[in-house]
């Protein structure tokens, strides 16, 4: 997925002369996830470069160059080393054009990598989306495959609003062979992953493998399930969701961040709303603790996996698996 | 003024060439010496009008008659512009009105320092900055009236729009003006914050990214005294906050911020010292908010009478009057016409602002996104249907 991240980025500088790379680390190291490999050295020191060690200031820069006619695309080293940016992010980069009655558009991309599961320490592994996703004026969209990276990446870039774009870090390393193009769903979208007709398996970023290891698991016990990779978390692709939810009666969402006021208790809202005549049973949700991100040897307890998946499934009033 | 560095105004502009500057600075100890000399701003006040209207000497060459003149004008036309504002809020036309009475000097001494291709970065008490760019005061107002957020283009006149979190606008400037250079824009940012919105993060990341950079950027500080009630001493243990640029690498000027002639020739110094490579400046201005932080603040609880006497002493429009009066640059006749032409002005304000223009409830929508999502179009007819039932019952 780094590969695909770094192709979209090459090809998205080579295509638009206004795209800028920039962030701590982006250029002489390639990031620190090599995201941004050799960038800096194919399209020179001025288009891609490394900024002082200040996330505001990142994001704060990026806005003004924004409202100068460029197309800033920023890293945030890790999702909590984004917090000092927030204020930028919230008061300004989701608001400009908004409070500008449409005159000024800011198309800046916050690439923020998200999520645990590499076995990191504290602050490098929160999942931060419910803070963006709750603010009007972002998009927020999340990939769960290499070939919807570059394709998310390359739709984010040419998008005339901002785009906080998460990037799942476990799913950096997955090497899946892919033709890396732009023809796709749109940034707005919901993709499904694999089709089935008993349950709707929704999740998004890192949790995308995980939610089709265990669609798979799933057969062997007689479920035919159907995943849903959401790719955009705002605005939400009600359409397609809603349609995978009626044919199925029954969903359960899984992400990785808290569950209290997390991003599933609105899908699960707006899936109530919409679909309540059609559903089987409540609509569960399969999320992270309550606790604030573990210390790696416990992540493990903390995170989903296809066993806790495979337990909600089993929740869902089945009257033949009682 | 106090020494820009001659010999690097015109040094290369592309980002990087501070950085290795630096390193090749900090090899020698003598040009460490020279650079940070460079840096460091007066002791006291820079001054070209002392208080008592008298020229001062050895601070450097007033700005000429021309803008002088200029000046003074659009200082009376500002300081009626904002009694008229504060007016206003008495009348209920304006939800809120932070009055920049006593800084007008900075205002309009910072607005006609820039060039037309500038541009200006204010926050919600620089509306006289503003009107001095030739934005439609009614546009201006806008913000404040609560009608919406910003009231103009940002584009038309190169005025962003009025910042309310405090030193975010720093960063902003950073940003547009470093863009500029990296498209061979010959544009350079003013920014505008105050005492309190020096202490503020921001503020400093933002002379950091510009030191680095070598951004074409002029910070100018209006130290009123005041963070709402929070005085300079609960707020800063600096010398001054001009030495706030320093530890950043960016160059420091301290000024008479009621002394309209040094605001606008140190505003105009930066601004063609960073035109021309330079790179970013520092100014804080001295001055005081001689109303209270807005009208619905009550000054007396922090601030003895005595103190704002001995500032109306200090009163930048008396003191550039003076001047213009004992150099036969205004004289009676050419003072009342501009007096009219401020009492125009606050008249076509007023009568302006007494008209109800409807507002278009849909509009909330149409500017969360440049392409419009589907929650947002189902929300929108939510509400015009609500609008419609109400309409019919």
């Known amino acids: ?322 | 003024m106090n020494g820009r560095r001659s010999d690097e105004t015109v040094e290369q502009v592309r980002p990087g060439t501070a950085h290795r500057e630096r390193d090749a600075a900090v090899t020698t100890a003598a040009t460490d010496a020279a650079r940070i000399e460079g840096l460091l701003p007066s002791q006291t006040p820079l001054q070209l009008i002392d208080p008592q209207g008298r020229p001062t000497a050895g601070h450097g060459a007033l700005p000429p008659p021309e803008a002088l003149r200029r000046l003074y004008r659009d200082m009376v036309v500002g300081r009626r512009f904002d009694t008229q504002a504060t007016a206003l809020t008495k009348q209920g036309r304006l939800a809120v009105y932070p009055s920049s009475r006593g800084q007008e000097a900075c205002e309009v001494g910072a607005a006609l320092a820039m060039r037309e291709q500038d541009w200006l970065f204010p926050t919600y008490r620089d509306s006289v900055a503003i009107v001095s760019r030739s934005v439609d005061p009614i546009e201006v107002l806008c913000l404040l009236r609560g009608e919406w957020h910003c009231g103009y283009d940002p584009y038309e006149h190169r005025v962003a729009p009025q910042c309310t979190p405090l030193a975010t606008n720093t960063l902003h400037a950073v940003g547009l003006a470093h863009a500029a250079r990296l498209k061979g824009e010959d544009t350079i940012a003013v920014v505008l914050l105050g005492d309190g919105a020096s202490s503020e993060g921001d503020t400093h990341e933002a002379l950091n990214f510009a030191g680095v950079w070598n951004a074409p950027v002029v910070f100018l500080v209006q130290n009123n005294g005041y963070a709402i009630s929070v005085p300079l001493a609960k707020q800063t243990a600096a010398p001054s906050l001009a030495y706030k640029g320093i530890g950043y690498g960016v160059r420091s000027v301290l000024i008479d911020g009621n002394d309209p002639a040094v605001v606008y020739a140190s505003v105009r110094e930066a601004v063609e010292g960073a035109a021309a490579g330079g790179g970013p400046t520092l100014i804080e201005a001295i001055t005081y908010r001689m109303e209270a932080h807005t009208n619905a603040d009550d000054a007396s609880r922090y601030r003895a009478d005595a103190e704002v006497q001995r500032w109306l002493a200090r009163d930048p429009l008396t003191r550039l009057e003076t001047y213009l009066r004992e150099h036969d640059l205004l004289d009676d006749e050419r003072a009342a016409a501009v007096q009219a032409e401020a009492e125009e002005f606050a008249a076509s304000v007023r009568e302006r602002m007494n008209q109800d223009d409807e507002l278009d409830p849909a509009e909330l929508f149409e500017h969360v996104y440049a392409r419009p999502t589907a929650q947002l179009v189902a929300q929108r007819q939510e509400l015009l249907a609500e609008l419609g039932n109400q309409e019919d019952a």
Not at chain 1, 12 to 39: I, Q, S
Not at chain 1, 63 to 74: E, F, S, T
Not at chain 1, 129 to 147: I, K, S
């Open chain 1, 1 to 322: 997925m780094a590969g695909a991240l770094n192709a979209a980025l090459a090809d998205a500088l080579a295509d638009d002369p206004r795209v800028l790379v920039f962030g701590e680390d982006v250029a002489a190291l390639g990031g620190v996830f090599r995201v941004t490999d050799g960038l800096a050295q194919r399209f020179g020191e001025t288009r891609v470069f490394d900024t002082p060690l200040a996330e505001s200031g990142i994001v704060g820069t990026a806005i003004g160059m924004a409202m100068n006619g460029l197309v800033p695309v920023v890293e945030m080293q890790f999702d909590a080393f984004a917090y000092p940016a927030f204020e930028q992010i919230t008061s300004h980069l989701a608001k400009l054009h908004n409070r500008t009655r449409g005159k000024v558009a800011l198309p800046v991309v916050v690439r923020v990598p998200f999520g645990g599961g590499i076995g990191g320490v504290e602050h490098h592994c929160d999942s931060s989306e419910a803070y963006y996703t709750h603010t009007p004026g972002l998009r927020v969209v999340a990939p769960g495959t290499p070939a919807d990276a570059y394709l998310l990446l390359r739709q984010a870039i040419a998008c005339p609003d901002p785009v906080i774009f998460l990037e799942p870090k476990r799913r950096y390393w997955s090497r899946e062979s892919a033709e890396l193009t732009t023809n796709g769903p749109g940034i707005d979208s919901a993709a499904i992953r694999r089709a089935g007709t008993d349950v709707t398996l929704i999740g998004y970023g890192g949790t995308v493998g995980t939610v089709l290891d265990a669609a798979e698991a799933a057969t062997a016990e007689g479920w035919d399930v159907e995943v849903i990779d959401l790719r955009s978390l705002s605005p939400f692709d009600d359409a397609t969701v809603s349609a995978s939810v009626r044919r199925t009666g029954r969903a359960v969402v899984v992400h990785e961040a808290s569950r209290f006021g997390g991003y599933g208790a609105e899908v699960v809202a707006r899936l109530t709303e919409q679909c309540f005549h059609y559903l089987q049973a409540p609509i569960l949700r399969v999320t992270g603790l309550d606790i604030p991100y573990p210390p790696p040897k416990l992540e493990q307890h903390h995170l989903p996996d296809v066993d806790r998946i495979l337990d909600a499934i089993a929740r869902l009033q089945w009257d033949d698996h009682v």
